[in-house]
């Protein structure tokens, strides 16, 4: 059974971090890549950072200086560290998982405020 379950939203202050990760079960991780994607009540999903199976990174130019997107293939995980969160951040984020399948998680809300 393919499971993503992601963890660590919350409530932060701007200017602030915060690191959410995504625990991978029921098919082959490493095979996979992996992306972060968020969306905000009333705005389409976007993408935010991905990782390949190579290690190969690529994030939105919003959050580019700001986000690190890692994998730990022992472990199953990947994770999304956000720095310098501003309120514009403030969205559900979702793992992602592709390859010819792709799998989501239930997603994590980020909230940036004051």
């Known amino acids: 059974q393919v499971q993503l379950v992601e963890s660590g939203g919350g409530l932060v202050q701007p200017g602030g971090s915060l690191t959410l990760s995504c625990a991978a079960s029921?098919?082959?991780?490493?095979?996979?890549?992996m992306s972060w994607y968020r969306q905000a009540p009333g705005k389409e999903r976007e993408l935010v950072a991905t990782?390949?199976?190579?290690?190969?990174?690529n994030y939105a130019d919003s959050v580019r200086g700001r986000f690190t997107i890692s994998r730990d293939n022992a472990k199953n995980t990947a994770a999304l560290q956000m720095n310098s969160l501003k309120p514009e951040d403030t969205a559900v984020y979702y793992c992602?998982?592709?390859?010819?399948?792709?799998?989501w998680g239930q997603g994590t809300q980020v909230t940036v405020s004051s």
């Open positions: 990782i390949s199976t190579g290690g190969s990174t």
């Open positions: 029921g098919f082959t991780f490493s095979s996979y890549g």
């Open positions: 992602n998982a592709w390859r010819s399948r792709t799998y």
